[in-house]
């Protein structure tokens, strides 16, 4: 069974990078057929999906993010990254890494949907605060 696992700070200044990993076990991030995500759940409200990458290394962003955030990979690591430059108190939030196989997904637009996902990481609280 395929494990995710994020890491990375529980409090972030404004105007600061955030940036978290998640670390893969049970399962190659460049060799099985999944499309490794990130996705958020601020206070109060729902999940909103924000990026992936895939096992090909494609990247695939959120429409209202894709001018602020970036995925990375390291295969040799089996790790896969967010940083979103900038923060504000806006993004502060659950943060998941999730993902789904390749052969669940019948469009593109799959991939949006949080509740898609079967493979979850337990999630971290980020705090964005002075």
């Known amino acids: 069974q395929v494990q995710l696992q994020e890491s990375g700070p529980d409090l972030v200044k404004p105007s600061q990078t955030l940036s978290l990993t998640c670390s893969v076990s049970s399962g190659s991030i460049g060799n099985s057929y999944y499309y490794w995500s990130w996705i958020r759940q601020p206070p109060g409200k729902g999940l909103e999906w924000m990026g992936a990458?895939?096992?090909?290394?494609?990247?695939y962003y959120s429409p209202s993010l894709k001018s602020h955030i970036s995925i990375s990979r390291d295969t040799s690591k089996n790790q896969f990254s967010l940083q979103l430059p900038s923060v504000t108190p806006e993004d502060t939030a659950v943060y998941y890494c999730?993902?789904?196989?390749?052969?669940?997904?019948?469009?593109?637009?799959?991939?949006?949907?949080?509740?898609?996902?079967?493979?979850w990481g337990q999630g971290t609280q980020v705090t964005v605060s002075s």
């Open positions: 990458v895939g096992y090909r290394g494609s990247t």
């Open positions: 999730a993902a789904i196989g390749s052969w669940a997904i019948t469009t593109v637009q799959t991939l949006c949907v949080p509740h898609e996902y079967d493979l």
